[in-house]
């Protein structure tokens, strides 16, 4: 894995030494996968945000070590030297003078001489270069350029053929199935060495035998599942164990995919300098918002490389992915994904549950009324979601089913037909004493003139329209609708709004199914896989009960990737509260001053020293310097001057709206992480190209 730092500002960065790859790419042809390599690889402990594989924890003295260029390093090393062989010289002679005339005796052997001198020459050597190679930075110039030279030079005179008995022998060292051997699962794992496992099997596989190993009783029917499929043994629903044209590097062991890299500049804390940037569940448990304008790589650089971490994750067992975004976004291909739903497309196989994220019809009802509404008519929605669960519930208690689109506006217009068939309906089942007065006071609303039901009624004939024919069927005549409470099975879900045919129709329902992903998210028995969600433009999917369960599913192994353009698609009153419900937020370059102000306030101040320069007259020294200083005025025309350097800390914004704004350069982003155990990364830069 290369990494390299890059120039910010005119600062002068470094370069770490390029991390070899042990494997390539996972998902490039599962016969070139090492799987012993990527599964036995180190993966150390680091902050959030950094890509494990392969990281290497630079060492603080090494780094400031490392700022220092070439030529002034070497001259200052051979300088020391200089000096370092004169001490040495004239140093033994000084402690072998000063020996013979103190303690020295008569008549030395040759033996004692011999002895004494080598002493001497040691200790002065061992002194001369503790000093000199401190302040020479000998280390620093070995480890830089002598042990390089020495490696290629032993590389060259060795035959490759020497190299291979270690190389083998470092292969047998690493099993990737040795717990399933000392577990007793020995026969499973002879069958899945003959097999060519990819990075989804082992994780999927792996996972399955923690699972097996929690009770001894169901070692033996994993062994035979093993034993009977392979590597394809334990696989998803959908029997796929890849993704076709999968592109990001990915640890599925960590659940970590890669983004791109740090930047080595001193506003980035030390152990990310260099080091790649990754995400994972524990930082995407606490959400995470991004904006920029539209062309600075939101999509390609974020939201795609998430959707196809999530979905890889889905394949091994370990998280279900929903994503919505415009037909037209790159979000990965219909083949990545289980379940397309593509209102307006008449071609689409999947319908969308308009209550699919509650049991209850109240709050089906109340949930449904907020995404119906636009954000202007929001102070209305107490009054939309009473009128709404009015005529739901009833009908629900009629039917045993909920009303679809057409039954529901007709209810909420008050067509006297269907009024009456409800009630005859509920006088059947026995409910109509129970739900009498709700439909009574339905009855006595429709005439008046800020009637809830009319305005959602309106609404609705959005949702009424030819191409939207079978999307919302409750009836089971339609397409199989997807209701969003089966988060917790490892599915893959793709939301295409129609924006270019139907923009207002894909806003109502960009809300209803971010909310109703964040209520079933909460409401989920079995949190063992992490749900995620991703928006390619969440600009209308946002409302006041959105931003307050995004809070609730940090608890709930749960968390969303929001887009957006800019902070000013949110009504004013949302864009606070949601700055303080998110964990991780993400600026990218270009975006307006005043969206820089709120990240610029979210991250703070530090603390920074500043040095202040300051030049005075130099009055000092007697009538002879006095003249000097005359002279030189007449002869030069400048003045002699003293100056006085001080030195303070002074708190400062880690970065400026200005510079969000103006100074970040294309393909970067600035990003802060909080992981769910409560661990913070303060702002990095960092390079998403790659």
């Not at 529901?408 to 059947?428: I, N, Q, S, T, W």
């Not at 005549?477 to 709004?497: C, E, Q, S, Y």
Request: charged share 20%; hydrophobic share 45%.
């Amino acid at each position: 894995m290369a990494q390299g730092g890059a120039h910010h500002h005119g600062e002068r960065t470094t370069t770490r030494p390029p991390t070899p790859v042990p494997h390539p790419r996972p998902g490039a042809g599962a016969t070139s996968f090492d799987l012993a390599a990527w599964a036995c690889a180190p993966r150390p402990d680091a902050d959030p945000g950094v890509y494990r594989l392969g990281y290497r924890r630079l060492d603080p003295e090494r780094a400031e070590a490392a700022k220092v260029a070439t030529w002034p390093l070497l001259l200052r090393a051979g300088l020391n030297a200089v000096v370092a062989w004169l001490a040495f010289v004239y140093g033994t002679q000084l402690v072998l003078h000063l020996i013979v005339m103190t303690v020295w005796v008569e008549h030395p052997t040759e033996t004692l001489v011999t002895v004494v001198g080598l002493s001497v020459n040691v200790l002065v050597a061992a002194a001369v270069i503790k000093v000199f190679g401190r302040m020479g930075r000998w280390p620093e110039v070995w480890r830089r350029y002598v042990a390089p030279l020495l490696s290629r030079t032993v590389t060259q005179e060795q035959p490759a053929e020497e190299d291979a008995p270690g190389a083998a022998e470092a292969g047998r060292g690493q099993d990737p199935w040795d717990g399933l051997r000392q577990g007793g699962a020995a026969e499973a794992a002879a069958r899945l060495d003959g097999e060519a496992v990819g990075d989804v099997d082992y994780v999927r596989i792996r996972r399955a035998w923690e699972s097996a190993q929690a009770d001894p009783v169901f070692v033996p029917a994993f062994t035979e599942q093993v034993a009977t499929r392979g590597a394809a043994a334990f696989a998803h629903p959908s029997e796929a164990r890849e993704l076709p044209g999968r592109a990001e590097r990915h640890d599925l062991l960590l659940g970590q995919v890669r983004l791109g890299t740090a930047q080595d500049v001193p506003k980035n804390p030390l152990g990310h300098r260099a080091a790649g940037f990754a995400l994972d569940p524990a930082v995407l448990g606490t959400s995470l918002l991004a904006v920029g304008p539209a062309g600075t790589g939101k999509t390609a650089r974020l939201a795609r490389p998430v959707a196809e971490a999530l979905c890889l994750q889905a394949l091994s067992g370990t998280a279900c992915a929903v994503v919505v975004g415009a037909a037209d976004a790159d979000l990965g291909p219909d083949s990545w994904y289980d379940v397309v739903i593509a209102p307006g497309d008449p071609s689409s196989l999947y319908g969308l549950d308009l209550y699919g994220a509650a049991r209850d019809p109240d709050e089906a009802a109340a949930r449904l009324a907020e995404a119906l509404l636009p954000d202007e008519l929001t102070a209305r929605a107490e009054h939309a979601r009473t009128a709404l669960q009015q005529v739901v519930g009833p009908f629900h208690a009629a039917y045993g089913r909920y009303p679809g689109v057409r039954e529901l506006r007709a209810l909420l217009a008050g067509e006297p037909d269907v009024l009456a068939a409800l009630v005859k309906a509920l006088g059947v089942a026995g409910r109509l004493a129970v739900h009498e007065r709700d439909l009574e006071y339905r009855e006595r609303q429709r005439d008046r003139a800020d009637d809830p039901g009319a305005l959602l009624a309106d609404r609705l004939a959005l949702l009424e329209r030819p191409a939207f024919e079978e999307a919302f069927a409750t009836d089971g005549t339609g397409r199989p609708p997807f209701a969003m409470r089966v988060l917790d099975h490892p599915l893959r879900v793709r939301v295409k709004l129609p924006e270019r045919s139907h923009p207002e129709a894909a806003r109502m329902l960009s809300r209803l199914v971010v909310g109703q992903f964040v209520q079933a998210a909460g409401a989920r028995e079995d949190r063992s896989l992490f749900a995620g969600l991703v928006v390619d433009d969440a600009s209308a999917a946002l409302d006041a009960t959105a931003v307050r369960g995004l809070q609730r599913m940090r608890g709930a192994n749960a968390g969303a990737v929001l887009l957006l353009r800019t902070l000013v698609d949110l009504p004013e009153a949302l864009r606070a509260p949601l700055f303080g419900a998110v964990g991780c937020r993400i600026a990218f370059p270009g975006i307006a001053p005043w969206d820089g102000k709120l990240f610029s306030e979210a991250w703070g101040t530090h603390l920074v020293q500043e040095s202040a320069v300051t030049h005075t007259p130099d009055t000092s020294g007697g009538v002879i310097r006095r003249a000097g200083r005359i002279g030189r005025k007449a002869l030069s025309g400048t003045t002699a001057q003293t100056e006085s350097v001080t030195t303070r800390d002074v708190e400062r914004l880690r970065w400026s709206p200005s510079d969000l704004a103006h100074a970040l350069p294309a393909g970067h982003a600035v990003v802060s992480l909080t992981a769910v155990s409560g661990e913070q990364v303060p702002p990095l830069l960092v390079d998403l190209r790659g």
